[in-house]
């Protein structure tokens, strides 16, 4: 969905941001209803410091709506592209409300639902609900997720991330984001019981309706249990297309 600053939500939640850095943050409600499609390609779609393709490029078609009462709905479908064959790993949606306090604050609430197959066979999949709620406050955007079934019954987390952005350039963007993420009841050995962290500088650039994003991201070991791997730094590249 790429708008104009004064258009853009604090859409984490539905993007399921890859790290690649392609979404841009929020800012404000719409001057009118807003219905917005992107396509994109990216070398990994990361969330969180995890690859959610496995490592292998993806393909990403996103549909959102904007309405001027501040609700906004989208949904997003992700393809795994590998040298076998494509894999459709499934789809994420949200709806949320956010509410324009002044120029420069605004707050936001929503829930997300997350249906996605792990690209990797023998790994649990990304099946959970999330609520969230946060807000703008001048340059930063802060937001707090509580899953009461995070990839399995009974099993609840919290996660909380702060996220700042701005031009350098005229058409090019700077994003910082850093998250922590904490499990507050999970059975024996489905993760880690300490807080990890996840972190991602991402730089893009806008061509009219196409964007080129790159970014470097990191987190630390036990967020998603069986990922010893995600200590990794990942560098990604990127591009999409909106509408």
Do not use: C
């Not at 802060?142 to 079934?149: A, E, K, L, T, V």
């Not at 993420?181 to 009219?208: C, I, K, M």
């Amino acid at each position: 969905m790429t708008a104009t600053a004064a258009s853009r939500r604090p859409a984490e939640a539905l993007r399921i941001r890859n790290a690649a850095g392609a979404l841009a943050l929020l800012l404000a409600s719409p001057a009118s209803a807003q219905l917005a499609a992107t396509i994109s390609l990216d070398s990994d779609y990361r969330l969180r410091g995890y690859s959610l393709s496995g490592g292998h490029p993806a393909a990403g078609v996103q549909l959102s709506y904007d309405d001027l009462s501040g609700v906004y709905v989208g949904l997003l479908g992700l393809t795994e592209l590998n040298s076998e064959n494509l894999r459709f790993l499934g789809v994420v949606g949200n709806v949320g409300y956010a509410k324009r306090l002044s120029e420069h604050v605004t707050l936001d609430a929503g829930i997300l639902r997350s249906q996605l197959r792990s690209a990797g066979d023998y790994r649990l999949p990304f099946e959970y609900t999330e609520v969230y709620a946060g807000g703008y406050v001048g340059p930063v955007v802060g937001r707090i997720y509580y899953s009461p079934d995070y990839r399995g019954n009974g099993v609840s987390t919290l996660y909380g991330e702060l996220e700042a952005g701005f031009e350098p350039l005229p058409k090019w963007r700077l994003n910082g984001h850093v998250g922590a993420f904490v499990y507050l009841n999970a059975p024996y050995g489905h993760g880690s019981a300490n807080a990890e962290t996840d972190w991602r500088v991402s730089l893009s650039r806008q061509f009219g309706r196409v964007e080129i994003h790159s970014s470097v991201s990191g987190g630390g070991e036990g967020h998603y249990g069986e990922q010893p791997d995600r200590r990794n730094i990942a560098a990604t590249i990127g591009t999409s297309v909106s509408f």
